[in-house]
């Protein structure tokens, strides 16, 4: 293990395994570990490369997969796919685990497309609670500052500051926010035409409304983490307005980050244990029916959403129901997505938004 040329970042090498990238010595013990641990596992069976036949028959022995009269169809299906991509949504389906419960592989096709229109759906349903919450978080700085550039600041001891800065987990989380804004303005600087007005009209300094608007949702996220707590506490009011604790907003805005970023990035939604748990109303808790680990599905993130958009205006309401009914159709044309999407019997009555 030795130091780089910058004096901070670490090259080293465990056996046979080198990495360049910037490694902390807490990460190299745990590595470490993992490696001690590994070699007290049984060895790990050699991989075969499958061909496209032998695949099919893979997933015949282990999946129970029907194929279809035409395997060709199914093999361009595989391939495009990616066995690794489908390999939870044969787990879905396969939901008891017995040998003898067969797939069809026309409820593949079913399942995956409803998983690409939840993806696709997300995808753009986002964006609208996104740009709610940075119109929040702006009009409630400016309201209690009466200045654009309060976010510049960092002293607790001053009355004006916004953010958490009384211990070193606060310090540590408000200092990365603030050096981040520094890399997200010194970015714009030169190649944006609303940077390089404002900082010649505010003497080098951008705006907080401007500032935001360029924000991604995990940089938003990120300045939420660090603002003082009665300022998230009044953003939570109008974002989430009708759940139980205002400050179930630091989880509901981790589950939509994590939907978000799925969504965004191809990840397969159907079959998918989320790690992110978000808090629900407890009456919500004691509704959920016939559904097991519900804090960690697909469905409990959205409810989650469901929250943020019950503070939106009804237009955007009308297209989350909307989604909601397009999801209702297809499982009643096809029952068993109920299952393979884990929702509770009363799944429709808790996602949709009363009139």
């Known amino acids: ?60 022995k282990n999946y129970g997969l029907i194929p279809p009269e035409k395997e060709q169809k199914a093999i361009e299906f595989f391939e495009y796919h990616g066995f690794i991509r489908i390999n939870s949504l044969l787990k879905a389906l396969k939901q008891d685990g017995k040998s003898d419960n067969q797939i069809s592989y026309k409820n593949l096709i079913i399942i995956n497309d409803m998983d690409t229109y939840l993806r696709q759906s997300l995808a753009r349903l986002t964006p609208y609670i996104e740009l709610h919450l940075k119109t929040l978080i702006v009009n409630e700085i400016i309201c209690r500052t009466k200045s654009p550039f309060s976010y510049e600041k960092r002293n607790s001891n001053d009355s004006a500051t916004i953010y958490k800065y009384d211990n ?15 890399e997200i303005i010194c970015s714009f600087a030169n190649k944006d035409r609303s940077f390089t007005h404002a ?46 604790r205002v400050g179930n907003i630091y ?18 939604l159907v ?26 599905s697909l469905f409990v993130q959205l409810v989650a959403m469901k929250y943020c958009f019950e503070g939106l205006q009804a237009q955007e309401k009308k297209r989350w129901n909307c989604f909601i009914d397009k999801i209702n159709s297809k499982i009643e044309k096809h029952k068993f997505l109920a299952k393979c999407l884990k929702m509770p019997e009363n799944w429709y009555q808790l996602l949709k938004i009363a009139s």
Request: proline share 5%.
């Open 168 to 182: 070193s987990n606060h310090r540590k989380t408000t200092d990365a926010w603030l050096s981040r804004a520094s």
């Open 251 to 268: 989880t509901i805005l981790d589950a939509l980050r994590t939907l978000r970023n799925a969504a965004s990035h191809g990840t397969r």
């Open 199 to 244: 900082l010649s009209k505010y003497g080098c300094r951008i705006p907080i409304w401007l500032l935001v608007d360029r924000l991604s949702l995990g940089e938003t996220i990120m300045f939420v983490d660090c603002l003082d707590n009665t300022i998230v506490f009044n953003i939570s009011k109008s974002f989430i307005p009708n759940a139980d």
């Open 271 to 296: 079959g998918t244990n989320f790690s992110v748990t978000p808090k629900i109303n407890s009456n919500d808790n004691e509704r959920i029916k016939g559904i097991d680990s519900p804090s960690t």
């Open 1 to 60: 293990m030795s130091k780089s040329t910058t004096g901070e970042d670490w090259t080293f090498t465990i056996e046979s395994e080198v990495t360049d990238l910037p490694i902390t010595e807490e990460w190299l013990s745990q590595a470490a570990k993992k490696k001690v641990d590994r070699e007290k596992a049984d060895p790990p069976k050699p991989l075969k490369l499958l061909s496209s036949e032998e695949f099919i028959q893979h997933l015949k």
